[in-house]
């Protein structure tokens, strides 16, 4: 297939980012979301991508959802597990949030509540909390662009300091006796940190991820204060 210099700036933008939305590739380019819509259906045809909902991603069996699209799965799960967690919050809590986009969907219940502080590695989250002027803090570390996550020894220190009130988390996989595991090593291995940290802390999960099993393993539910499954 022979790429026009528009479907080259498309594949080459998917590749180092790790995907990208049809809205923001119309805006770089200068070409209507129908267009671009149109390439990305073409390339994946030939293979070079893989589309999702409104955008698309390398085409890549251990590829990582970028935290955009992961926002978008299952929705409406996510939405009812968040409802479920916000009993949990209290005024003046200090809490840790990892990098789930379904903490997302707690952050707004955030807002009935007094004195709180965030900690979180998530530099999604990060952006969405500075528009509630709620204080924040983000762990140092390293960036993960596809993630939007912090990661490293830095972060790790900067989490063994901090003693949350509770910790909000969701992972990749919970299996049925009870292990709870991520694919990545160093993101699993925040988590195990902020729970052995914080004074309580708090699991979601939708569907998709029960029965599962990840190379590591963050914890067994039993040293978790609630599960929150839908």
Known sequence: MNLNNRQKKILQIVNSTGGA???DLSKSLYFSGMTIRRDLQMMENEGL?????GGAIVNDSDFQ????YRMEINKEQKKKLA???????????????????????LLPYL???????????????LFMISKMHIPCFLTGGRYNEVEGSISGRQAEAFL??????IAFLSCEALSPDGCVSNSNEDLAEIDRIAIEQSKT???????????????????????LADVILL
């Open 201 to 223: 802390a708090v699991l979601l999960m939708d569907q998709s991820k029960l029965g599962e099993r990840c190379t590591y393993t963050v914890c067994h539910t039993d040293r």
């Open 21 to 23: 939305k049809v809205s």
């Open 160 to 165: 063994r300091g901090i003693n949350p009130d």
């Open 83 to 105: 409802q479920r967690a916000a009993k949990h919050l209290r005024d003046g809590q200090v809490i840790f949030f990892n990098t789930s986009s379904t903490l997302a969907y």
């Open 65 to 68: 959802y970028p935290i955009w």
């Open 111 to 125: 807002q009935q509540y007094k004195n709180l502080q965030i900690i979180t590695n998530s530099v999604h989250l």
């Open 49 to 53: 991508l893989k589309r999702v909902h």
